[in-house]
């Protein structure tokens, strides 16, 4: 079906966000790389989002981004509606209580960390390195720096396929290293996070070792997705990598990072093939050489194009 047959065939007449038939997700995802959405939707607010999914046929999939830094969208682009909370609808850090704050899952991660710096609350500095925003943080249990999501959330407002309201608690989303256990799709709205008085000297300073960290340890300026592979049990993915002798390993216009070997690069002009293949054959080398199999954390969405189809290697 094309995007316009797909939009004429859904009752929009109540939406208020904003619909695109056919939207670059190459235009969103860090890496720069990937095919169309075949529709791409933006809520207002929770109300819209609502209607507009009580409406959408069963049929319909659903996809869910962020701000696209943990994402690889393949070039044959992805069906149905993918979903993009606005700033404006769901973003934004309030105050609860003396150490609760309710966060919009489109905050961006570096927000909530200088939003719980005003508000003297530490155990979040941890935010102001990763690139991504709070729903992503959630489905991903973000984390860095000795922190993570998982520690923080007291409860999360999510939205069912059938556009109604659930909360979870904290044990209910289900979270494990890089793994959240709560149902695929459910789209997370904002979320009860808690953190500890703290003095606002030592958080500053906290939120500065974090900067510098990641200047100096990760290639932050470049096309890339963050870590590509969770790290096995007691093990570093880069470590593994690096035995591998995969370290700049190129194909295409995608390599394995020099600085930081669990990231893969766009160098300007690869495409979602290049990258995806760069970390299969990463997958394949480490497996010969050391057994393990890695598990990407990268999230890889949509259809291969025609003819560019990447099996997992070695079957797995
Ligand atoms: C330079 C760089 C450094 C990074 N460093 C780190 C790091 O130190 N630690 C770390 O954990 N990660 C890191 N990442 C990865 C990434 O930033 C995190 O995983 C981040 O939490 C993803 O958030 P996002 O908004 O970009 O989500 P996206 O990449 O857009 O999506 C990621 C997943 O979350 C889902 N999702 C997004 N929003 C919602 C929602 N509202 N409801 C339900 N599901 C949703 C998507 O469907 C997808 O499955 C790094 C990435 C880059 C590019």
Redesign the pocket.
Known sequence: MSSTDLLARLDTRDVRGALVPGFALGDT??FRVGGAAELYYQPADAEDLSGFLKRLPDDVPV?????????LAREGGVDGVTIR?SQKGFGGVVRSGETRLEVG??TA?KMLARAALDASLAGFAFYF?????V??????????NGGETAARVVSVT?MSRAGEIVTLTNAEMGYAY?HCGAPAD????SATMEGTPGDPEAISAEMDAVTEH?ETA???RSK????TFKNPPGQSAWKLIDAAGCRGLTIGGAHVSQMHCN?LINEGEATAFDIEMVGETVRARVFETSGVRLDW?I?RLGRFAEGREIEPFLGF
């Open positions: 995802t860090w996809t869910l981004v962020g701000l696209g830094s943990n994402l909370l899952a489109a991660d390195g990763i690139p991504g925003g729903g992503g943080a959630l489905r991903m249990n973000a984390g860095a999510a890089r459910l789209i997370f709205l990641r990760q290639p932050i890339t997705g963050g870590s990231f954390e999230k």
